[in-house]
């Protein structure tokens, strides 16, 4: 499968990265050469073969459910690029 | 008196608790060096040399109190800036988190304050860690120490943890941590003269690592030997309920462990290793590896990976599709940098500050990554690349039925120059090509320096153990170590 501008631009818009024409013109044909060189893994006859999930088996562990934190409010804004009244400054969302 | 910055980990602690020098004074020592070497090597992104002296001020005074002394007790290091470090800059080497001030400190640096380590600064990256020649750092280039005679053209000293690298080789510190996703610890390390290893996954916590791929990032120490690695690696690896792929077991005394003999032990030679066109002085080192482990006494035995040719590609599906889903998280909201043009509404913004924060490596790999688990393709992409990558794993369990270790070059090359490979994409990636499939498959595997290539440049030659084995993969490499009698350093240029 080979990716045109259309799909880059979309691809862009999807991972929320504002892209110029010349930068998708720029991408189309690297990201294609990438895609043909990882597409020989489709020769690979995996039938019968279940995807990894876990590397190393381990078993997720649960905790006890109780709060271990909390209260530190100025701590979680503090490295907010527009923190206001206590909060995360946006732009507005609702017209 | 001797040069305390040519002291590696062990000989400053033992100088150190027996009182034959402070470690205030190693702290200043390896604190003047980093500043004298940094404006030609950009090893650094900030220095800490107060926070150097401080750690070195609380080991002298737990000296003098005879209270008893950590693993790591009067060493200063430098720490890879993919680590949260509590007060102190953490960027990534992005611009998407210039400025950013972690509240909390990583797992890994803490355990390593906790053993009486100090941090002489925060040391550069490849951009989240995407790269093998640290030249995607928004915060510039390193430069390696090491030059080939007669030309004075900068060389990489690899990716991504290639400020680590340099800043060892160059003897700015002791010891550095590195953090490997598909080679970043062991390729630089190679680059360099230097050694390294990446644990099983799941022995040193991610927690307050910034991620890049989560199923394979690891971190582990690099340092100029293979017992110093060993010592500062039970320093930083263990169990932390914080992280849920920690694995809860207990960390073994490596350092104790420490044996080269490989009387009784199989060394595996993996067979699809041997490429066409493979680096004559690459394939020399190889051999004389297998002399070397073979005169420490193991046996050497063929064996084959068949999948391995598969692992590049498979990697360079599954890190991007993570790394995607990760990076997500960089949205101008609640840290790093923000980008609102006037009138944007979210959405822009979004776009608009991730536009201008991540660097081109790192957006192509966003972009390949979103691409692959879109509506339609994932199948085709991420589903396949996990059942190629349950295959490559599969290899290494059915090789280690016939042997205890696996033998290999770290890279394909020695160090090249900067802008060799930097317009290629493609060609960057193909230098993970011996060290990837290990990360695939979640194994401990370390690089020792080998000896020189025909450049006068340091080559490393690469161990492969079972999940858990770490002590394994020390052990051959101490006795690779002992052989190779590598004593070549970069000579001082800057």
Redesign the interface.
């Known amino acids: 499968m080979s990716v045109d501008t259309a799909t880059v631009t979309k691809i862009a818009s999807l991972a929320r990265i504002k892209v110029s024409e010349a930068e998708v013109a720029a991408m189309v044909p690297e990201l294609n050469g990438i895609l043909a060189w990882v597409e020989q893994l489709g020769e690979v006859d995996v039938t019968g073969v279940e995807p990894m999930t876990a590397v190393i088996p381990n078993t997720l562990r649960l905790r006890e459910d109780a709060v271990t934190d909390g209260g530190i409010r100025d701590a979680v804004l503090a490295n907010a690029p527009a923190a206001e009244h206590g909060f995360f400054g946006v732009p507005k969302v609702i017209e | 008196m001797t040069d305390l910055t040519e002291l590696g980990i062990a000989d400053i602690r033992s100088g150190v608790a027996a009182g034959t020098f402070t470690a205030v004074e190693v702290a200043e020592a390896f604190n003047a060096a980093v500043a004298a070497a940094q404006p030609a090597l950009n090893a650094f992104i900030v220095t800490t040399p107060e926070a150097a002296l401080a750690a070195a001020r609380k080991v002298d005074t737990a000296r003098a109190a005879g209270q008893p002394l950590g693993k790591l007790a009067g060493v200063p290091i430098g720490m890879k800036d993919l680590f949260a470090t509590k007060g102190v800059q953490t960027t990534a080497a992005s611009r998407i988190l210039e400025?950013?001030?972690?509240?909390y400190e990583s797992t890994v640096s803490q355990n390593l304050w906790n053993a009486g380590a100090g941090m002489l600064g925060k040391l550069n990256l490849d951009q989240f860690a995407m790269g093998s020649s640290n030249e995607t750092s928004a915060f510039g280039n390193v430069i390696s120490p090491w030059r080939r005679p007669g030309d004075t053209a900068p060389l990489a000293p690899g990716g991504s943890s290639g400020g680590s690298s340099a800043a060892i080789a160059a003897r700015l510190c002791p010891a550095a941590t590195g953090t490997d996703t598909g080679g970043s610890i062991r390729q630089p390390a190679a680059f360099t003269g230097i050694a390294g290893i990446k644990p099983?996954?799941?022995r040193c916590s991610r927690w307050g690592v910034v991620a890049f791929a989560s199923?394979?990032d690891q971190a582990g120490p690099m340092a100029r030997s293979v017992q110093d690695c060993a010592i500062m690696l039970e320093a930083m690896a263990g169990f932390d309920?914080k992280d849920?792929?920690s694995?809860?077991l207990p960390v073994p005394a490596w350092e104790a462990g420490l044996n080269p003999s490989m009387a009784g032990k199989k060394v595996g030679i993996p067979r699809e290793y041997r490429l066409d066109g493979m680096d004559p002085d690459v394939a020399r080192s190889w051999d004389d590896g297998i002399a070397w482990l073979k005169d420490a006494g193991a046996e050497i035995v063929e064996i084959s990976l068949p999948?391995t040719r598969?692992a590049l590609?498979?990697y360079?599906?599954i890190a991007p599709a993570e790394a995607?889903s990760n990076l997500?998280r960089y949205?101008?909201?609640?840290?790093?940098?923000?980008d609102?043009p006037d009138g944007?509404?979210?959405?822009?913004?979004?776009?608009?500050t991730?536009?201008a924060g991540?660097g081109p490596e790192v957006?192509?790999r966003?972009?390949?990554g979103?691409?692959?688990l879109?509506a339609g393709?994932y199948d085709?992409?991420y589903?396949?690349?996990?059942?190629?990558?349950?295959?490559i794993?599969r290899d290494f369990e059915l090789a280690f039925q016939h042997c205890d270790v696996i033998l290999a070059p770290t890279a394909p090359t020695a160090a090249f120059a900067l802008g060799e490979k930097s317009d290629d994409?493609?060609a960057m990636y193909l230098n993970d090509v011996f060290s990837v499939p290990a990360s695939?498959?979640?194994l401990p595997a370390m690089s020792v320096p080998a000896g020189l290539d025909r450049q006068g440049l340091p080559l490393g030659l690469q161990v492969i153990g079972r999940?858990f084995d770490e002590q394994g993969v020390l052990n051959a490499g101490l006795a690779l170590e002992q052989r190779a009698g590598f004593t070549a350093k970069p000579a001082k240029w800057w």
């Not at chain 2, 400025?99 to 509240?103: K, L, N, W, Y």
């Not at chain 2, 949205?331 to 923000?338: A, E, I, P, Q, W």
Request: charged fraction near 15%.
């Open positions: 400025g950013f001030t972690p509240e099983t996954y799941g199923s394979l309920p849920s792929t694995l809860n999948h598969y590609p498979t360079y599906i995607s997500a949205d101008g909201v609640r840290y790093g940098l923000r609102l944007a509404g979210l959405q822009d913004m979004y776009a608009a991730r536009a991540f957006k192509r966003i972009m390949i979103t691409y692959v879109s393709f085709a992409y589903t396949q690349a996990q059942k190629v990558r349950t295959l794993a994409p493609l695939l498959a979640g999940a």
